[in-house]
């Protein structure tokens, strides 16, 4: 058995792929399946603000790509939303501030459907909850996940909309937050009764540290896929008993 670390990365099968957007724009991306083939549930990663350096290999996402799907039998689509670039390429198109990106997240979960994914949930960081919560997709998803929510492009009025939302709405808030900590996070979000908010105690905004993205990837397991959680520890595993490969680039 080995220890899982930051730099760990376990069995998958990925692959690039290219998103196609309702403007005619090509988004570069990855998808990440369990090698059975056979993923239990989906997740669709909308990343951080692009210009203050967030993208598809943020560390969270990259971290959740690497080990989810041999951890919880999940398939993870990440992918760089217009004008964002990464080691992966750059996507066609230029920032719009959470405007035109809902295309872009529309198009993610055309891939999705395309590929007959099951049980798709859209996860957020930071701007990405942004582009989440700006965009509802009635009917195309089973869950959100927010992660950092800084509500900084979301109005009041587009918030309050999801007040009726029919879906688990989850809110990881960092106790730190450098945007939105938790007690204005619960004045915010009291518009919405359906939503959930856990604190991640001795986080700050990007979840640096492995017990912070422990943390995060637990929380979105127990909602995503709860079976994989260890029952002794209520988490993930921390090791593997398996082909493990080490990062070299962190």
């Known amino acids: 058995m080995e220890q ?15 998103l196609r957007t309702a403007d005619g724009l090509e988004l570069v991306g990855e998808l990440a399946v369990p090698v059975s083939g056979a993923p239990e549930a989906t997740i669709i990663f909308v990343h951080p603000l692009p210009t203050a350096g967030g993208m598809m290999d943020s560390h969270l996402l990259r971290k959740a790509a690497a ?31 959470g405007d035109a990106e809902g295309m872009d997240l529309a198009a993610a979960i055309d891939l999705v459907r395309d590929r007959g994914l099951p049980t798709p949930w859209l996860v957020g960081w930071s701007f990405g ?19 950092s929510p800084p509500l900084r492009f979301t109005s009041h009025e587009q918030l309050k909309a999801w007040a009726g939302a ?10 730190f937050d450098d945007f939105l900590r938790p007690e204005a996070a619960a004045t915010a979000f009291a518009s919405v009764p359906a939503a959930e908010l856990r604190v991640g105690e001795g986080a700050k905004h990007l979840w640096v540290g ?16 709860p079976s994989a959680l260890v029952p002794e520890t209520n988490g993930l595993p921390t090791q593997w008993d398996g082909p493990i490969e080490r990062r070299t680039d962190l």
Do not use: K
């Not at 688990?168 to 960092?174: E, K, S």
């Open 166 to 175: 029919q879906i688990p709405i989850v809110a990881l808030i960092p106790e």
């Open 4 to 18: 899982i670390r930051a730099n760990s990365v376990l069995p998958a099968d990925r692959e690039d792929v290219v």
């Open 67 to 97: 080990r989810l799907p041999a951890l919880a039998n999940i398939a993870v689509l990440r992918f760089n939303t217009r004008g964002t670039s990464s080691a992966g390429g750059t996507s066609q198109g230029e920032f719009d501030a």
């Open 210 to 225: 492995e017990p912070s993205v422990r943390f995060v990837l637990n929380e979105i397991v127990r909602e995503v896929a």
């Open 129 to 147: 909850t942004d582009v989440i919560l700006r965009h509802p997709q009635p009917g195309a998803t089973c869950g959100i996940i927010l992660i």
